[in-house]
């Protein structure tokens, strides 16, 4: 293997989720194209990440670049406040009409984890500006995972693990099952009976739940908590930060349960993964929360970077691609394939589970998966399993060949490790995470 570039050293770069005290570098890129990933060295990679989970038309998209650049020379950013540019309010209209319902007033921020903190403060101040200052909970899922800032991870369950060092400080979140039956269904129901009056909202990630696990649940377990959430008078959250867009078969995940949520969180692939924006985006009743003649009802929000000029228009450059070439066609093409494909995984011994939703492919397996992440790219690809699963959520534009390239490889690897490694005592704990 080449010598690394001069530049890549880790004196001065602190590295996310990482123990510094042993992190292997980085791979140097150099430059992306497609589904390809190319190292300083020449190798190329085909992403089977997309960058966690943002690059979904693929790198350098030249519609996207395009847009980019044109907007570049124009404006790059301009302060939210008092003044206003194009990209922005068209995106809003633009994110209204695509989103289910009376989803019509939107927040913008410049990450997901942000969407989320103004999320959790819209619904508690939709309660307290009318009046119910006893509303300060919120409830959440087990195995959800909603971001790392302080608020995003009191709504994280904690047994996902990135969050273990701010026990004690996090206020813990009220955690329950996924009503996925009837029987659970009817538990959620008699918590929230008993919790109503001190919850603001209820945060759900829908049908997939992303770095808790790649868990996977039906329409009707959405439909049940949207139900639950109308019985109790509760604010439904919608965390669509990894589903939205196409990822879970359709543009938004809470489409398939018919499902109208009160406040919906995106971010990850609302760019396309060129650059950082969020939107929360409130329904009318929310919204109307928040107006009146007092100035404090309004919402106390506005994040330096808000809107900027350069990601709406990436932003609004991906909303055409979903217009202009056949993505959810893609997705449901990649669904079958990858249902197909990885399959022959369910037989290898230690193997607990082979699911996929929309352009997500998981194989669970019994024991730490984090320790495959070399054998993936001296195959070729860039696959980087966590937690216990190894999983795939390629660009839309991945074609039958490199998909198969990359679930060949999931298969090799995976059986190599059901042969070999599984009879091994695993060093690493599982510790790792996205
Ligand atoms: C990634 C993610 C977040 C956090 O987004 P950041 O941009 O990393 O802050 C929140 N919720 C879900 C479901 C996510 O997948």
Redesign the pocket.
């Known amino acids: 293997m080449a010598e690394p570039p001069n530049w890549l050293n880790l004196d001065h770069v602190w590295l996310p989720y990482a123990q510094m005290a042993d992190a292997p570098l980085p791979l140097p890129v150099v430059s992306a194209a497609g589904v390809r990933l190319k190292l300083a060295d020449g190798r190329q990679l085909i992403d089977g990440i997309s960058s ?2 943002t690059a979904c038309h693929g790198y350098n998209h030249p519609h996207i670049v395009a847009a980019v650049q044109k907007q570049a020379a124009q404006l790059s950013h301009v302060m939210f406040a008092g003044l206003a540019h194009e990209p922005a309010y068209t995106l809003a209209a633009r994110l209204a009409a695509l989103l289910p319902g009376d989803l019509d007033h939107v927040f913008f921020s410049e ?6 903190e103004i999320a959790l403060k819209m619904a508690l101040q939709f309660w307290r500006n009318r009046g119910e200052t006893a509303r300060r909970k919120v409830l959440a899922f087990r195995h ?6 302080f608020m ?1 991870m009191a709504v994280t369950d904690p047994a996902v693990g990135m969050h273990d060092s701010f026990r004690g400080i996090v206020p813990p979140a009220l955690l329950a099952e996924l009503p996925t039956a009837a029987a659970t269904g009817a538990a959620l129901d008699e918590l929230l009976e008993r919790e109503a009056p001190q919850l603001a909202a209820v945060i759900v ?1 829908p049908l997939v ?3 808790g696990g790649l868990r996977m649940h039906d329409a009707a377990t959405l439909a049940r908590i949207r139900a639950a959430c109308d019985r109790h008078h509760l604010l439904l959250i919608a ?5 939205g867009f196409g990822r879970s078969g359709t543009l938004f995940a809470c489409e398939q349960a018919a499902v109208v949520p009160d406040i919906v ?1 995106l ?2 692939a609302l760019t396309a993964g060129t650059l ?1 924006l ?1 939107a929360t985006v409130a329904r009318r009743h929310v919204f109307a929360a928040f107006l009146g003649s007092e100035f404090g009802r309004a919402l106390m929000h506005g994040p330096t970077f808000m809107a900027n000029a350069l990601a709406c228009a990436a932003a609004n450059a991906s909303l055409d691609l979903f217009e202009s070439e056949p993505r959810l066609a893609q997705v449901a093409a990649i669904a079958a394939q990858l249902a197909r494909e990885l399959e022959p995984c369910r037989a290898l011994p230690g193997v607990v589970d082979v699911r996929v939703k929309g352009a997500v492919g998981v194989v669970e397996l019994a024991g730490p998966a984090a320790g495959l992440r070399s054998a993936f790219v001296e195959r070729g690809v860039w696959l980087r399993p966590f937690g216990n699963v190894v999983y795939v959520m390629p660009p839309f534009v991945v074609d039958a060949t490199d998909l198969t390239a990359l679930t060949t490889a999931i298969c090799e690897v995976v059986a190599d490790w059901s042969r070999h490694a599984a009879h091994e005592a695993h060093g690493r704990e599982a510790h790792d995470v ?1």
Do not use: F, L, N, R
Request: charged share 15%.
């Open positions: 966690w989970w990450s997901g984890s942000v969407s989320v959800g995972y909603h971001g790392d800032t995003a990630e739940q992303g770095a965390d669509e930060i990894m589903t969180c971010s990850k950082p969020a996205v």
